[in-house]
């Protein structure tokens, strides 16, 4: 147990919709990352938050959307659903910024399904 | 931007020690190189990091050449519950210490055979 907590585990749901994946980082840690992994491929980062600020982004789509509240959980939203959105979903957190060698823990995932 | 090579597969015997390379040839002088290991699709595992030295923990080594253009991670005892998809990765940035991200790969998937 890596201590992230990732809610819900299951999501399925209809093109066009709007859905919130949560994420409760470690005790301690800072930073939450959020991460897309498409059936069979690598993971691919979307975005990092660090005590409440956006600190990088990466192939997050427009359509997409996260923050970081003050008590460090994190929720990713993602509107007007596709297909291709269908994935795991992985939220990571750390202490601090991976720059300064900080390793993340990942917790367990949510899975999307958009029929 | 850093960016690793690693072969898509790799056998290895129960038993045995699993060597898995990776390539870095492009690393900048303060990056990170970062192993993690994903078993079935669960939540990716961070088994280890390193700069320059060589690093060892409970669960791997990591062998870093002296040029830092490709390292290897050593299991030393490889088990069945090891078979996993193997990542090698380096943090990419374009300020010091910030908005730095880990690029994944393919990754190496290591099957254990009995």
């Known amino acids: 147990d890596s201590g992230v907590t990732q809610t819900p585990k299951h999501l399925i749901t209809a093109t066009g919709q709007r859905v919130t994946l949560r994420c409760s980082p470690r005790?301690?840690?800072?930073?939450v990352y959020w991460y897309q992994q498409s059936l069979d491929q690598g993971l691919q980062f979307l975005i990092q938050?660090?005590?409440?600020?956006?600190?990088a982004k990466g192939n997050i789509l427009e359509r997409f959307s996260a923050q970081q509240f003050p008590d460090l959980h994190s929720e990713l939203n993602l509107s007007s659903l596709e297909l291709g959105d269908s994935a795991l979903y992985f939220c990571?957190?750390?202490?601090?910024?991976?720059?300064?060698?900080?390793?993340?823990?990942f917790g367990p995932g949510t899975r999307l399904t958009v029929l | 931007d850093a960016k690793t090579t690693q072969p898509p597969s790799m056998d290895c015997a129960e038993g045995r020690a699993a060597n898995l390379p990776c390539n870095h040839s492009?690393?900048?002088?303060?990056?990170?190189v970062y192993w993690y290991r994903q078993i079935h699709s669960q939540g990716p595992q961070y088994i280890i990091h390193?700069?320059?030295?060589?690093e060892t923990n409970e669960m791997a080594s990591l062998i870093i050449t002296e040029d830092r253009k490709s390292s290897t991670l050593i299991l030393p005892h490889a088990t069945l519950r090891d078979t996993a998809v193997y990542y090698c990765?380096?943090?990419?940035?374009?300020?010091?210490?910030?908005?730095?991200?880990?690029?994944w790969g393919a990754g190496t998937k290591l099957i254990i055979k009995p």
């Open positions: 990571a957190s750390s202490v601090g910024n991976v720059g300064r060698g900080n390793e993340q823990f």
């Open positions: 005790s301690g840690d800072l930073s």
């Open positions: 938050y660090y005590n409440g600020e956006e600190r």
């Open positions: 492009t690393i900048s002088g303060n990056e990170y």
């Open positions: 390193g700069l320059k030295n060589n």
């Open positions: 990765i380096v943090r990419v940035g374009s300020r010091p210490d910030s908005n730095y991200q880990l690029i």
